[in-house]
């Protein structure tokens, strides 16, 4: 591990602590969105990473949405809230237990907004209710389809079905978003070079109909061309 490395690590450990306690003090979800843009922007700024979006005219200002994102690496997140950082969209993460638990990113996931997605219970009862409770704030909820991150060389892995069921149950249009880069490339080089200057592309797709009865992943794969 290269010297810039250990340096970004100690450093993006810090934000996200720091971070996660001004989140715990905070109830107010404008204000949680406002400190997870900041949080973002520090995150890529440190590491010289600039995001550019396809299709901006396609990104709604406000609304309700089920947002369904590609995931190849840990800096998904504050690519997509930067990427909304001018609309009015908020909602929680749907996390992995993991990420609650972790020791870098756990104090910030649990108080950003975040839903706990627990794979090993057998019943997701209390999943889909925090869910539910979620957009009766009138909020939108963040997923990753593919149920966790790509690690493979291909542009995207299979679907998992609660993306479906989530839309289904509380009627919630989909805006898919793909990150076009290979994001976790570029978090490999910015962590071996700390000059290197690289911009990611996001592209915003077209809003899809929650009773939509096509495959999720056939349609995302069809618009961004997969």
Do not use: C
């Not at 929680?92 to 627990?118: C, H, M, Q, T």
């Not at 009862?125 to 389809?145: C, H, L, M, Q, W």
């Amino acid at each position: 591990m290269t010297f810039n490395a250990i340096k970004q690590l100690v450093y993006g450990l810090y934000l996200t602590n720091s971070f996660g306690y001004r989140l715990k003090k905070t109830k107010d979800p404008m204000e949680k969105k406002r400190l997870r843009l900041a949080y973002s922007k520090a995150q890529l700024d440190t590491l010289h990473i600039s995001v550019k979006i396809e299709n901006p005219e396609k990104l709604p200002q406000s609304g309700q949405y089920l947002v369904l994102i590609n995931h190849k690496s840990i800096i998904d997140p504050p690519i997509v809230e930067v990427t909304l950082k001018d609309t009015e969209i908020f909602g929680p993460w749907v996390s992995k237990k993991e990420l609650y638990n972790s020791f870098f990113f756990g104090l910030f996931v649990r108080n950003a907004g975040s839903i706990l997605l627990d794979r090993e219970k057998s019943q997701m009862s209390g999943f889909f209710a925090d869910v539910k409770n979620a957009v009766k704030r009138g909020e939108s909820i963040f997923i990753f389809p593919e149920g966790t991150r790509n690690k493979t060389d291909e542009s995207l892995t299979a679907f998992k079905e609660g993306s479906r069921i989530i839309a289904l149950k509380n009627r919630l249009p989909i805006l898919p978003l793909y990150i076009k880069t290979d994001a976790d490339k570029i978090l490999k080089n910015a962590l071996e070079d700390s000059q290197l200057e690289q911009e990611v592309t996001i592209v915003i797709g077209d809003i899809i109909d929650y009773k939509e009865k096509k495959s999720l992943e056939l349609l995302y794969r069809q618009m961004f061309s997969l």
